[in-house]
Each structure stands twice: as structure tokens, then as C-alpha cells.
């Protein structure tokens, strides 16, 4: 007995070493509601005001006391977030990493360094890269999440890296839910595509309660992203005025901007 009593301690010292000296296991520990993915388009078809106000829009939401609200209404009362910029198939930067927000006050730090931190733009649009990215972020949180979302904004359609529909595909296999914000407040141009919010239902969202909320003026733009964010933080169904995923039979071309880009090529 005496025996099995000094090995009880043993082991227990032992833990207690091992998350002290690897403070990852005690992180792997956190429980929350939900892991978000908040990956941001910057380029260059994105113009210098549509980046402000699209950083605006995700300071503004987790400003709020909806969202807040929405948080704490929640199972755990707590959920992890990072926000990504990308571009190109290998430009993917980690703008703030992953956070616990459950107070008021880690929303509003959040929210900050959204907001601070300097504007860039690059070249090209790989929607298939940023999901990638999110995927192998989720590996990275030390969260054990009820709810695995990408939420994925951009103004155009995929045009480099490995087609958007194998990047979503393998994401939706892992249990992960993508969600999006096609940005449409321009006439389309030259690597532009008309209907982008139903590139955004054919090729881009997909998962359990997969929804988007199209952006097609500048004063719905901020609005349009708190709402996005409430509706992923609650766990709520899209009203019926926001487009979702359905098992109809595609109306978009999943590969427009890879051809328009072979096209711009051969002139």
C-alpha cells in the first residue's frame, strides 16, 4: 500500500513537471466553443480603403457587445482566435496568433491589434492557400474546440496554387466548416468575375452550417462582418437573406480565375 501511495505521488509529480516545463500541455488543455480562422484577402485587387474598412469591420465586431455577449452565452464561455492575411499560394502572415478571448477586456486587446497593426497588400489570390494555412493553424492552437470555422474574405476568385475545391474538400473532410465574405463593391475588371458570391456558394464554403454574407456596397461593410462574425461566435442559422450552401448541382465556374489568369498570360 505504502508502495502504491509513493507511486501515486511520483506520478503526479511527474505531471505537474511535465506542464511546467512544457507549458503547451497545459494550453492543450483549454476547452472552448469555438476555433476561428479569421483569414483576410490583401491583394493588390484589393484597394487601400476596402483593406481599412475590412479591418475595421473585424475590430468593430469583437468591439461589440453582441458578440461579446454571444461568447459568454456559450457552453464554455470562451472561444480561440487568430486573423491571417494572404495573398498569393505562399504569402500567408499570422497578424495576431491564436488568442483565448472570454472578458471583455481580451475581446478589446483583440480588437486593438487588429486595428494597429500596418496595412500591406501582395500579388495574386489563392483562396486553396489560405485554406491550407487555416487547416494546418488548427494543429497549432492548443485548444480542444466544440467548433473548427475558417471564415475566408476576398474580392476575387482563386487564381493560383492548387484549385479551391481539393482546398476545401480536405478541410470539410477534417470536420472543419468554411465560411465566406465575398467582397463585390466594384464592377468586375480584368481578374474580376461577375456573381463572385456564387463562386463563393459553388467553390468556397462548405461544412456543417457553411454560410456567407456577400458585400456589395462600402456602407455595408463593416455591418456585414459583424454580422458574420455574431453568426459564427453564436452558432446561429443564417437569416434567409444571406446565400448558404445547398447540394444543387453548381452554377459557378470553380476554375474562372485560374483561366483568366491563363488568358491575361497568352496576351
Known amino acids: 500500500m505504502v508502495r502504491d501511495g509513493f507511486a501515486r505521488a511520483a506520478a503526479g509529480l511527474a505531471l505537474v513537471f511535465a506542464l511546467l516545463t512544457h507549458p503547451g500541455l497545459a494550453r492543450a488543455q483549454t476547452e472552448v466553443d469555438l476555433a476561428l480562422v479569421l483569414a483576410v484577402d490583401i491583394s493588390f485587387s484589393m484597394d487601400t480603403e476596402e483593406q481599412a474598412l475590412q479591418r475595421e469591420g473585424f475590430a468593430q465586431a ?148 457553411a454560410f456567407m454574407v456577400p458585400v456589395r456596397e462600402r456602407d455595408q461593410f463593416v455591418q456585414a462582418i459583424k454580422t458574420k462574425v455574431l453568426l459564427e461566435v453564436a452558432n446561429l442559422t443564417p437569416p434567409r437573406t444571406l446565400i448558404h450552401r445547398t447540394q444543387n448541382t453548381p452554377t459557378a465556374n470553380c476554375l474562372a480565375g485560374e483561366m483568366q489568369w491563363r488568358d491575361r498570360g497568352n496576351n
Open 62 to 209: 469583437f468591439r461589440s457587445k453582441q458578440v461579446h455577449d454571444a461568447i459568454r452565452g456559450g457552453m464554455l464561455g470562451k472561444i480561440a482566435v487568430t486573423y491571417v492575411e494572404w495573398a498569393g499560394s505562399s504569402d500567408q502572415k499570422v497578424i495576431v496568433p491564436w488568442t483565448i478571448l472570454d472578458n471583455s477586456e481580451s475581446l478589446m486587446a483583440f480588437a486593438e491589434r487588429i486595428a494597429s497593426t500596418p496595412l500591406r497588400r501582395a500579388q495574386r489570390t489563392s483562396i486553396s492557400g489560405a485554406l491550407d494555412f487555416g487547416v494546418k493553424l488548427f494543429a497549432e492552437s492548443n485548444v480542444t474546440p466544440t467548433r473548427r470555422v475558417i471564415d475566408v474574405s476576398g474580392d476575387g476568385p482563386n487564381n493560383q496554387g492548387r484549385i479551391v475545391t481539393e482546398a476545401r474538400k480536405e478541410a470539410v473532410a477534417k470536420g472543419i466548416t468554411v465560411n465566406g465574405l465575398p467582397i463585390m463593391m466594384r464592377r468586375p475588371g480584368y481578374l474580376d468575375i461577375q456573381d463572385l458570391d456564387l463562386y463563393y456558394k459553388d467553390c468556397v464554403i462548405g461544412g456543417q452550417g
